[in-house]
């Protein structure tokens, strides 16, 4: 059977219902992880997935219309953890509470890998990018709802733009890892917290909230 890695049929295949032929979809997408990782996307095709998943080529076309559906599959159960984490503005210490949230963050994304694959991809694909643009945006009402309701106790600088603060903070942490791996230096999580909570905190905030009786 030919290669069809060259079109995209609809932005996520069919599940199929059968115990059987999910655990062999799951083989596919777990293959396709393996070889996006060590070889890159361009360079692996539906064959050697197939061949690495112990299936025949025709059974890859049977679950996906090529390699493109089969990492939006994967990319669908994956795609919160490529997104940063949403800061807890109102505790007692919200410059430690974020630094254990971006660690974990981090964390997160050298588990699931595909750092390699996702750049070489969201300039060619745009559905993909597509579906990153608007976790993105979700992500940033969250923030931006967080420090609206911290900017309405009155714990935010009190003229701070929250919307251009909001995409602020997800730049700040999205590229945590390209500064780790351009410098050589571990992301240091308490640095990157203080700079994002001297954005948007005041120092009397940070006294009020340290005063204050919170879990």
């Not at 990319?75 to 949403?86: R, V």
């Not at 750049?119 to 940033?140: F, M, Q, W």
């Not at 351009?182 to 940070?206: H, L, N, T, W």
Request: charged share 30%; hydrophobic share 40%.
């Amino acid at each position: 059977m030919p290669e069809r890695d060259d079109k995209l049929v609809g932005e996520f295949p069919f599940v199929p219902k059968q115990e059987r032929a999910q655990q062999k979809r799951n083989a596919l997408i777990e293959s396709g992880y393996a070889l996006f990782n060590s070889k890159g996307y361009e360079q692996t095709t539906a064959k050697e997935i197939a061949a690495h998943a112990g299936v025949a080529t025709g059974t890859f076309y049977r679950y996906f219309s090529d390699k493109r559906q089969l990492l939006m599959s994967l990319l669908e159960d994956k795609l919160e953890k490529f997104l940063p984490p949403e800061p807890s503005w109102i505790s007692r210490d919200p410059e430690a509470v974020l630094a254990a949230l971006l660690e974990a963050h981090y964390e997160r994304l050298n588990e699931v890998g595909l750092k390699r694959v996702l750049p070489e991809l969201l300039s060619k694909e745009p559905e993909l990018a597509e579906v990153l643009g608007a976790a993105r945006k979700k992500l940033h009402a969250r923030i931006h709802l967080g420090l609206k309701q911290a900017s309405e106790n009155g714990l935010t600088w009190s003229d701070l733009d929250l919307d251009t603060v909001s995409w602020a903070i997800m730049v700040l942490v999205e590229n945590g890892q390209e500064k780790e791996s351009q410098s050589g230096k571990r992301v240091d999580y308490r640095e990157v917290a203080k700079v994002i909570c001297r954005m948007v905190f005041p120092p009397e905030a940070i006294e009020d909230l340290q005063s204050r009786k919170i879990d």
